[in-house]
């Protein structure tokens, strides 16, 4: 008896959509093998490598035996510097019983979704969002609930759209600030003002992803966990992979009230167990050492910034917004739609996306893919050189449509 793929699968794979960015990084690698010159500015990886001080600590702990199982929400030593680093850089006031570390702050998502949700119960995710939060929250069980703000607002929904969103079935806020993939970071005043309006529902949870904490351009900082209303409620996902360009060493981490992070652990004692041991050792080095290779980091995004923003800001029909953290540009490029070279019509940003890459050879990803259509994310973590070169190509591809 033949089966096919879709009686073979289950409903809840068959239902997911692929990431679009690692979809992207795919269809670049193609093309490259093809022999073309592909520039791929579709992933959200750091170019730099992990600072020689972090990879020394990994070997020394390697060296020092540090190859078994750990416990599942983590060594204590790590949690400790997690402890450390929460109330200093967030004014987060954290037991160390209360920190779960992770394969990844995606792993943390997730075991936060299927550890709050039920069937049926509403998170609301501001957008543009990061392309996998509405997928893991459905894998849950979940109901995902989008608002979103457009480049006129700097991609910053306001605390009355959260205030419009609630309603009895909502469970969660989960939204990124520096956000993947505008680049916006929600002000003291923003963020607080969102926190009171979720402060009138006492069952109501914050996720606040802070993964690019250390890429931010601003004054400094804020955690929406420290503002006293809802700072019992307010669950801060961290990691290294973006300020310490540690991608690769797969660590994450949370911080929750006492229940939450017991069931996060619960929960991942079932699927992964404890992360790396000697990449934990390294971490906790990490947060307790110099900090000077992730200033520096911080420093070149900045530069690289300055300079895809105005070469993106002189293509005609671009729409840019000036991004405060992360490194990514997230320009409007709607203008564009109906438009066409002769060969390709535009209709929507995923024709745009792929018309970059066949054309240009550069890889961006769609704005669809993060809940904003008119849209698509360009990374710019790449050198100056390869960022000049993707701009003038972007520049030349698009000068085609009429």
């Known amino acids: 008896m033949?089966?096919?793929t879709s009686s073979v699968l289950s409903q809840r794979v068959l239902n997911m959509a692929e990431s679009a960015t690692i979809k992207m990084a795919q269809?670049?690698?193609?093309?490259?093998a093809q022999g073309h010159d592909v520039i791929s500015l579709s992933l959200g990886e750091p170019d730099f490598d992990t600072p020689d001080h972090i990879k020394e600590a990994a070997k020394k702990a390697l060296d020092e035996g540090y190859t078994k199982y750990t416990p599942v929400p983590g060594l204590v030593e790590l949690r400790k510097a997690i402890q450390t680093k929460f109330k200093r850089d967030n004014k987060l006031d954290f037991e160390v019983t209360q920190i779960v570390v992770s394969n990844g702050a995606k792993q943390s998502i997730a075991?936060?979704?299927?550890?709050?949700?039920?069937?049926?119960?509403?998170?609301i995710i501001f957008a543009p969002f990061w392309v996998s939060y509405s997928e893991i929250v459905?894998?849950?069980?979940?109901?995902?609930?989008l608002i979103s703000a457009g480049i006129e607002d700097d991609y910053k929904v306001s605390a009355q759209q959260v205030a419009d969103a609630i309603t009895p079935r909502t469970k969660a806020v989960l939204f990124s600030s520096p956000c993947n993939p505008t680049g916006s970071v929600y002000t003291h005043e923003e963020l607080d003002a969102i926190a009171t309006e979720i402060a009138k529902h006492e069952d109501i949870y914050i996720i606040a992803d802070e993964i690019y904490e250390y890429i931010n351009f601003s004054d400094r900082h804020v955690s929406i966990g420290s503002f006293p209303q809802v700072k019992d409620r307010t669950i801060t996902v961290n990691g290294f992979s973006k300020g310490f360009a540690m991608t690769g060493w797969r660590l994450g981490y949370m911080g929750a009230p006492k229940e939450v992070a017991s069931a996060c652990a619960k929960i991942q004692g079932q699927f992964t167990s404890g992360a790396n041991a000697f990449a934990q050792k390294a971490a906790a080095y990490a947060l307790e050492a110099d900090m000077g290779p992730t200033d520096a980091m911080r420093e070149a995004f900045l530069k690289r910034r300055d300079m895809v923003i105005a070469g993106l800001s002189a293509i005609p029909g671009f729409k840019v917004n000036n991004p405060v953290?992360?490194?990514?540009?997230?320009?409007?490029?709607s203008s564009f739609f109906g438009k066409s070279d002769g060969e390709v019509t535009i209709n929507n940003s995923d024709d745009f996306c792929e018309y970059l890459l066949n054309k240009a050879y550069?890889?961006?990803?769609?704005?669809?893919?993060?809940?904003?259509?008119?849209?698509?994310?360009?990374?710019?973590?790449?050198?100056?050189?390869?960022?000049?070169e993707a701009i003038q190509r972007i520049a030349d591809a698009c000068a085609k449509l009429k």
Do not use: H, Q, W
């Not at 269809?27 to 490259?32: N, P, Q, T």
């Not at 075991?111 to 998170?123: C, F, I």
């Open 2 to 4: 033949s089966t096919t």
């Open 27 to 32: 269809m670049a690698r193609e093309l490259k």
């Open 111 to 123: 075991n936060l979704s299927l550890a709050l949700l039920d069937e049926g119960d509403e998170v």
């Open 138 to 145: 459905k894998l849950g069980g979940g109901v995902p609930v």
């Open 325 to 333: 953290g992360a490194f990514y540009s997230f320009p409007d490029i």
């Open 362 to 388: 550069v890889a961006v990803v769609t704005g669809a893919a993060f809940g904003a259509p008119d849209c698509f994310r360009l990374s710019y973590a790449a050198s100056d050189d390869t960022l000049k």
